[in-house]
């Protein structure tokens, strides 16, 4: 898992007025043949299970501040946030008092890769103090 916060980097300022913010550089190998990109919304209250991937990588941007269950720690994101998950990486969207916008890249876009995560063998939050801001 990697946290990029948009807050804590420095915009490209280009002469043509264009602001650009370098959000992620991910290294990708070759046998990348199909990527995906969807506009998410998940309703206020809303928890998703937790699953991991066993060989995409997932990033999210985030539209809107969520809370995130990530390998048993609970990440904060706010708004401009970027989430990398990494193939096996368990995680699943907690529950925020307001709908979240998030644009998610499937990176390579995998079908069936999806793998749902019995509830009852990991922990439903992790301990204090394992908050992730």
């Known amino acids: ?34 990527a995906a990109i969807l506009h998410v919304v998940h309703p206020a209250d809303f928890t998703e299970r937790r699953h991991y991937h066993q060989h995409l990588h997932e990033v999210f941007y985030f539209l809107d501040s969520a809370d995130y269950w990530v ?17 096996n990486d368990v995680h699943g969207a907690l529950p925020v008092p307001h709908p979240v916008r998030l644009i998610v890249h499937h990176l390579p876009k995998v ?23």
């Open 1 to 34: 898992m990697q946290v990029i916060r948009s807050s804590e980097l420095d915009p490209d300022r280009r002469p043509d007025g264009r602001t650009v913010l370098p959000l992620l550089d991910l290294p990708l190998g070759p046998s990348v043949d199909r």
């Open 71 to 87: 390998n048993g720690t609970v990440v904060r994101l706010a708004s401009g946030d970027v989430l990398v998950l990494e193939p």
């Open 111 to 133: 079908p069936g890769d999806k793998v749902e995560v019995d509830e009852d063998t990991i922990a439903p939050e992790p301990p204090e103090g394992e908050v992730l801001r």
